[in-house]
């Protein structure tokens, strides 16, 4: 009887230790089959190559939390910290970040393919406008022509300068376009097409170009103070775009030395960076010259004589002592201040003078306040002349007048009665 009671105990005993290993062991399977499809799903998503394979893995991960929902208390303990619906979150999310930025890439594959076409037709307009301008040059620097025809040609050569920058820039957009707008975010494959797009399409090169023209433009023409104010306008844009296309290619890793062609988008040419650098300083000091230059001419063929000047600091200089020496001497001023500076210096130069980089607002109304301090001094007998002719006038309409008007009958005399 004993006996029995004994194997009973120990059939029960391992019975109950046989189903607790068992049900460890399920648990176990449960904790590791979860983790394993989850990280087969995750996997599957980070190598998904369409938003269509994407779409795919919503299913997979909804028959993944259908599954093992009922397990999820146990779940919760045996994956702590992390928790069932913890986890599912953080794979809907990626999901989410996958999906977008799989869209965003197929969507700029047909962008690319839209951009190298418009790069194409760029390249091709740019080497018409190379030509046109090649072309210009020679007419303007031919000496046969009328001065009307000459003029043309110039107005002709500038808006083909203008139109070549801003095709340049054009085409250097989109070749950035499909890239983050910080270079330096950009990775080595990202680089690479970049330094290759550029090398392509010559674009340091024709940047430098653009600014070699501009520097010849200036040294064959003579131009008026508004011409000079949009030239100067240009410029400016000009070097801004410039700098900041500097700045993307230096974080490529496009800047070169000029000597050995390395590191450059223009190895074979040699066109670095610095040169274009050197041609924009050059462009700015070429424009400076032929403005003060041009202003000078002003004054000298109206016979005004003023002290030299070449640059802003030295014409206002040159300004203030003429002032000051004619109100001390009393010198006639009309030529200077009606025929040069009203006429020519305050309506065709004023827009160019009073930029930050010549004179400045400021400084051109100090001067213009000065110059009229002359006008106001001066006492113009041709005011009192028109005055003693209108009181002429008048004076003698009033005695026309007068004159025709009808004397008025006088009575008759009265006659005394004779008695």
Not at 89 to 108: G, N, P, T, Y
Not at 271 to 282: F, G, N
Not at 355 to 383: C, H, N, P, Q
Not at 393 to 419: C, D, F, H, N
Request: hydrophobic share 40%; net charge negative; proline share 2%.
């Amino acid at each position: 009887m004993k006996t029995n009671i004994k194997a009973i105990i120990l059939t029960i005993t391992l019975c109950v230790v046989w189903s607790q290993a068992l049900a460890q062991q399920s648990d176990y399977a449960v904790k590791t089959n979860f983790r394993t499809e989850y990280d087969r799903i995750k996997k599957s998503i980070d190598e998904s190559r369409s938003t269509a394979e994407l779409e795919a893995m919503v299913e997979k991960i909804n028959s993944l939390e259908s599954q093992y929902s009922a397990k999820s208390p146990f779940l919760d303990k045996a994956l702590y910290p992390e928790t069932f619906s913890g986890m599912l979150s953080d794979l809907r999310f990626h999901h989410a970040l996958v999906h977008e930025r799989i869209f965003l890439i197929q969507d700029q594959v047909g962008r690319i393919s839209e951009l190298e076409t418009k790069m194409a037709e760029l390249a091709t307009s740019l080497e018409t406008l190379n030509e046109e301008r090649t072309r210009l040059f020679a007419e303007l620097k031919s000496t046969k022509q009328s001065l009307a025809s000459l003029q043309n040609v110039v107005k002709r050569l500038s808006n083909n300068l203008l139109a070549k920058d801003r095709l340049i820039f054009a085409l250097i957009d989109s070749i950035f376009l499909p890239y983050s707008a910080d270079a330096t975010q950009l990775s080595e494959v990202q680089k690479t097409a970049i330094s290759g797009k550029l090398e392509k399409t010559n674009v340091v090169e024709h940047i430098y170009d653009i600014a070699s023209d501009n520097v010849r433009f200036l040294g064959m023409t003579q131009l008026g103070g508004k011409d000079y104010s949009s030239l100067f306008d240009h410029y400016y844009q000009f070097a801004t775009r410039w700098m900041g296309l500097r700045d993307k290619i230096s974080a490529i890793g496009l800047i070169g030395d000029g000597k050995s062609g390395k590191g450059t988008a223009n190895a074979e040419e040699g066109i670095a960076a610095t040169q274009v650098d050197s041609a924009l300083l050059e462009w700015q000091a070429k424009l400076h010259t032929a403005v003060w230059s041009a202003l000078a001419n002003e004054f000298s063929s109206q016979g005004v004589e003023v002290i030299p000047f070449d640059n802003a600091q030295s014409f206002s200089e040159s300004i203030r002592e003429y002032v000051q020496a004619a109100k001390v001497t009393g010198e006639d001023t009309k030529t200077f201040v009606k025929d040069v500076w009203i006429d020519r210096v305050d309506k065709e130069w004023r827009d160019v003078l009073i930029k930050d980089s010549m004179l400045g607002r400021t400084e051109y109304a100090s001067l213009d306040k000065l110059v009229g301090e002359l006008e106001g001094d001066r006492f113009d007998w041709m005011i009192v002349l028109y005055a003693v002719l209108v009181l002429g006038v008048g004076l003698m309409g009033w005695r026309i007048a007068v004159s025709r008007k009808p004397k008025p009958e006088q009575a008759p005399l009265a006659t005394k009665p004779q008695s």
